[in-house]
C-alpha cells in the first residue's frame, strides 16, 4: 500500500507546478490548464486524506470540485473566445483594460 | 342568522386592504368604473360583515366579548404582544361608525370625485384609511391600536395632500402630520411607561393589573401615563393646543373632510381614551385634565368658528369644539355619553360636510359663504338634508345632537364639585355658538339674495375653479366637456351624492334615539349596551340621587340657550343683515382676534417654529449635519484616497501580478499556520 505521504507530496508537486505556470505563462488557455492541474492537486489530497482515513466526505468533496471546475470551465472558455473575438488576442499582458 | 366566526373579524380590515392594494398598483390602468366597484365592494362587504357580527353579538346568550388572536407578534421573554382583535359593545359601535358612514362617503365620493383627476390615488387612499381604521378599533393592544394610530395619521397626510400640486394642501398634509407626531410622541412614551410598569401592552392584562391593585388611587405613574394618552389624544382628536391641524385639513377633498376629519379618525383619541377608562378612572387629575382641555377647546373653537367665511372652515372648527365636548363627557367620567356624542356627531357632521361638499360642487368650487346666498331652491335635496344636520347639531329636540349632547352637559352638571358647574356653563355657552353659527351658516348659504357671481367664476376662471380650486389647470384639460356641461348654471348634484346625505340625514333625525333617558320617558339604550364596557364607572353621576325634574330643567335650559343661538343668527343674518357687520365695526378687535382665529397659528410660527428652525439651521445643519457627519464622511474619504495612493501601483491590469500576490499572500498564510507556534517562541 502507498503511503499517504507520497500523494501528498505528488499533490505539492502538482499544485506548485501549477502556480508556476500560472505565473509564467502568458496564454490564456495555458493558463486556464494549470488551474485544473491546481484544481486537480487538490482533489488528489483529499482523495488521498479520505482513503487514509476511511472517510466518503473526501471523495464527495471531489465530486464537487469537479463539477464546480466543469462549470468554471464552460464559462472560462465561453470568455476566452469572446475575447479572442474583440482582441484578436490570448495574451494576458494586453488584456490590463481594468488597471488604474 | 347563526353566529359570526370570530375568525371573520379579520376580513373587516384586511378586504380594504386588498382595495388599497388593487387600486393602488393597478387602478392608473383600470377605468373608473372598475376603480369604483373596487372600492366600494372593498368597504360594503365589511359593513355587511359588522352588521352581521351586531346581530352575532346582540343575540341572547352571546358573550360580551370576542377575541381572535392570530399569531405573535413580538415575544421577548417576559412580554409578548399578538396580532389580536377583541369585540366589545364600544368596538361595535366604532365599527358600526366606521364601516357605514364609510361605506356611504365612499358611495358619495364615486360623485364627488367623477371629474377628478388622480380618481384610483384617492380611493385607494380611502381604503388604506379604512383599513388602519378598522384595525385601530379592533386592537386589543395598545402596540397595535398605535399602527392603526399612525396608519390613519399616514392615510389622513396623503388625502389632506392630496391637491398635491397645490402648496397650500401640500403644507396642510405636512402639519397635521407634524402635529400628529406630538401627540404621538405622548402616545408612544405613555406605552414605554406602560411596559416598564406592567409588562404588556395588552388591554386584557393592563387593565386587569389595574383592576387588582384598588390601593393604586391617583398613583403617580398611572397620572403620568394617563397624561401622555391624553397628549396623544388631543393630538388626535384636535384639542388644544395641538388643534390647529384639523382646519387646515380642510385642503383636503371634502368627502375626505367628512370621513376622516369629521366621523371617524378624529374621534379616535376619545375612542382611546374610552378604551383605558379603567387606567383614567384611577387618576382624577387627568380626568379634570381632559375635562378641561375639551371644555376650553369646545368654546375656543365654537368662538372662532363665529365668523369663519370658508363653509367648510366653519365645519372643521365646529367639529373641533364638538370633539371638546366628547372630551369633556370623558372626562367626567360620562363616558357612554362621550360614545353616544361620537356617534351622533359622525351622523350630522358627515352629513354636513357631504352637503356641504354638494353645495360646494353645485356652485362650481365655490366655498366662501359671502358668495353664497338663495341656495334654498336651486338644490333642494341638499337643503333639505343640511337642514336636518343643522337641527340636530344646534340640538333641537328630538334630533339626534339633542340627546347626546343633552348627555354630556347632564352628566357635567352631576359631577362632583365646583368644576363641574363652572364645565358646565361653558358647554351650555358653546351649545348656543354652536346654534349660533350653525343657523348663521344656514341663512347665508341658503337664504336671502344670491351672492354668486356665476359668469365670473364660470368663465374667467374656467375649469380650475369647478375642480374645487384643487387641480391644477394642466391636470384638468380633457374635462372641458364636463366643465361645458356645468356651465349651466347651479345645479342639484347627482342621486349618487343626495343617496348617502339623505340616509345620513335620516340617521341624524332618528340617531339619537338609541340614548333618550329616563327622565324623558325613555329607555337609553346605548347605556344599557355599553354597560359591561364602562360597567359601574359610566354611571358614576347617574348614580347620584336627582329626580328627573333637573334633567328635564336642564334640557329645557340648553334648548332655550340653543334657541336664542338660532333666533340672533335669524336677526343677524336673515331679518336684518347688516346687523353683524355693525356688530363687527363696533367690536373691531374682539372680532379680528376671532377672525384670525386668536393668532395662535401665529404664535406656533413665531415661538415654536421658527425657533426651532433656527435651532435646525444654526446649530444642527451648521455644527452636526456640515461639521460631524460631512466631516466624518470627508475624513473616511480622504484616508482611503491615501490607501489607494500606497496601493495603486499594485492595481496594474496584470493577471500574473495578481496570480503572483495572491500566491504569496497564500504562501505567508500556510507559513504562519505551520510555523506560526515557534514563532511565537522566539518572539
Redesign the interface.
Not at chain 1, 95 to 100: N, V
Given at each position: 500500500m502507498v503511503p499517504t505521504a507520497y500523494y501528498l507530496v505528488l499533490a505539492a508537486i502538482l499544485f506548485s507546478i501549477g502556480?508556476a505556470a500560472?505565473?509564467?505563462k502568458?496564454n490564456v488557455i495555458t493558463?486556464f490548464i494549470s488551474i485544473e492541474l491546481m484544481l486537480n492537486a487538490v482533489n488528489l489530497t483529499f482523495v488521498a486524506f479520505a482513503h487514509m482515513w476511511n472517510q466518503i466526505s473526501g471523495q464527495i468533496f471531489v465530486f464537487f470540485v469537479m463539477v464546480v471546475a466543469a462549470a468554471e470551465a464552460a464559462v472560462g472558455l465561453a470568455i476566452i473566445i469572446s475575447i479572442f473575438r474583440t482582441r484578436q488576442t490570448l495574451n494576458?499582458?494586453e488584456?490590463?483594460?481594468?488597471?488604474? | 342568522m347563526s353566529p359570526m366566526p370570530a375568525s371573520y373579524l379579520w376580513l373587516i380590515p384586511l378586504l380594504p386592504f386588498a382595495g388599497f392594494l388593487i387600486n393602488g398598483t393597478l387602478g392608473r390602468k383600470m377605468p373608473r368604473a372598475l376603480v369604483s366597484a373596487v372600492a366600494l365592494l372593498s368597504t360594503a362587504v365589511p359593513a355587511g360583515l359588522v352588521a352581521w357580527l351586531w346581530a352575532t353579538m346582540r343575540a341572547d346568550g352571546a358573550p360580551d366579548v370576542m377575541r381572535v388572536v392570530s399569531y405573535p407578534w413580538i415575544q421577548i421573554t417576559g412580554f409578548q404582544v399578538d396580532f389580536a382583535f377583541t369585540v366589545d359593545h364600544l368596538t361595535l359601535i366604532m365599527l358600526g361608525v366606521v364601516t357605514g358612514v364609510g361605506f356611504l362617503i365612499h358611495i358619495y365620493s364615486v360623485g364627488y370625485m367623477a371629474h377628478e383627476e388622480g380618481y384610483w390615488r384617492f380611493f385607494a387612499y380611502l381604503n388604506l384609511f379604512m383599513f388602519f381604521m378598522s384595525v385601530l378599533v379592533l386592537a386589543e393592544s395598545f402596540l397595535l391600536l398605535f399602527v392603526g394610530w399612525e396608519g390613519v395619521g399616514l392615510a389622513s397626510y396623503l388625502l389632506i395632500g392630496f391637491y398635491f400640486r397645490k402648496t397650500s394642501a401640500a403644507n396642510a398634509g405636512r402639519k397635521a402630520f407634524v402635529v400628529n407626531r406630538i401627540g404621538d410622541f405622548g402616545f408612544l412614551l405613555a406605552m414605554f411607561l406602560l411596559v416598564l410598569h406592567f409588562g404588556s401592552l395588552n388591554f386584557t392584562q393592563v387593565f386587569a393589573a389595574i383592576g387588582q391593585h384598588p390601593e393604586w388611587q391617583g398613583v403617580r405613574f398611572l397620572t403620568g401615563i394617563a397624561l401622555l394618552l391624553v397628549l396623544g389624544a388631543a393630538g388626535k382628536s384636535a384639542q388644544i393646543p395641538l388643534y390647529v391641524w384639523l382646519p387646515d385639513a380642510m385642503e383636503g377633498p371634502t368627502p375626505v373632510s367628512a370621513l376622516i376629519h369629521a366621523a371617524t379618525m378624529v374621534t379616535a383619541g376619545i375612542y382611546m381614551v374610552a378604551r383605558c377608562h379603567v387606567l383614567f378612572d384611577r387618576s382624577p387629575i387627568a380626568l379634570a385634565v381632559v375635562a378641561c382641555i375639551g371644555a376650553a377647546t369646545a368654546i375656543f373653537a365654537a368662538s372662532i368658528g363665529l365668523v369663519q367665511h370658508d363653509i367648510k372652515r366653519v365645519l372643521a372648527y365646529s367639529t373641533v369644539s364638538q370633539l371638546g365636548y366628547m372630551f369633556l363627557a370623558c372626562g367626567v367620567g360620562a363616558y357612554t355619553a362621550g360614545i353616544f356624542h361620537l356617534l351622533t356627531h359622525a351622523f350630522f357632521k358627515a352629513l354636513l360636510f357631504l352637503a356641504a361638499g354638494s353645495v360646494i360642487h353645485a356652485l362650481g368650487g365655490e366655498q366662501d359663504m359671502r358668495r353664497m346666498g338663495g341656495l334654498r331652491t336651486k338644490i333642494p335635496v341638499t337643503f333639505w338634508t343640511m337642514t336636518m344636520g343643522v337641527f340636530a347639531i344646534a340640538g333641537i329636540p328630538p334630533l339626534a345632537g339633542f340627546f347626546s349632547k343633552d348627555e354630556i352637559l347632564f352628566q357635567t352638571f352631576m359631577s362632583p364639585g365646583p368644576l363641574g358647574k363652572v364645565l358646565w356653563l361653558v358647554g351650555l355657552i358653546t351649545a348656543g355658538m354652536t346654534s349660533f353659527y350653525m343657523f348663521r351658516l344656514w341663512f347665508k348659504t341658503f337664504f336671502g339674495e344670491s351672492r354668486f357671481e356665476e359668469s365670473r367664476d364660470l368663465h374667467e376662471h374656467g375649469a380650475a375653479v369647478h375642480l374645487h380650486s384643487g387641480t391644477h389647470a394642466v391636470m384638468v384639460a380633457d374635462h372641458e366637456d364636463d366643465h361645458a356641461a356645468h356651465t349651466g348654471g347651479v345645479h342639484e348634484s347627482p342621486w349618487i351624492m343626495l343617496g348617502p346625505l339623505v340616509i345620513l340625514a335620516v340617521l341624524s333625525v332618528i340617531g339619537g334615539w338609541v340614548g333618550v333617558p329616563s327622565a324623558m320617558w325613555g329607555h337609553n339604550e346605548i347605556e344599557h349596551f355599553l354597560d359591561p364596557v364602562f360597567g359601574t364607572s359610566a354611571g358614576a353621576a347617574s348614580a347620584t340621587p336627582t329626580g328627573p325634574g333637573l334633567e328635564l330643567g336642564l334640557a329645557v335650559v340648553s334648548v332655550l340657550v340653543a334657541a336664542a343661538g338660532i333666533y340672533f343668527a335669524y336677526i343677524f343674518y336673515y331679518k336684518k343683515p347688516g346687523t353683524a357687520a355693525e356688530l363687527a365695526e363696533r367690536n373691531q378687535f374682539a372680532y379680528t382676534t376671532l377672525e384670525n382665529k386668536y393668532w395662535v397659528d401665529e404664535f406656533y410660527t413665531n415661538f415654536l417654529v421658527i425657533p426651532l428652525q433656527m435651532v435646525t439651521r444654526g446649530v444642527l445643519e451648521l455644527i452636526f449635519e456640515r461639521g460631524v457627519v460631512n466631516g466624518s464622511a470627508r475624513v473616511a474619504a480622504i484616508t482611503t484616497r491615501g490607501f489607494a495612493w500606497m496601493t495603486r501601483s499594485q492595481i496594474s491590469g496584470n493577471i500574473r501580478s495578481y496570480a503572483g500576490w495572491l500566491a504569496i499572500g497564500a504562501a505567508a498564510v500556510l507559513a504562519v499556520m505551520v510555523f506560526g507556534h515557534q514563532l511565537w517562541v522566539y518572539l
Open positions: 502556480i500560472f505565473l509564467i502568458r493558463i494576458v499582458d488584456i490590463d483594460l481594468m488597471k488604474s | -
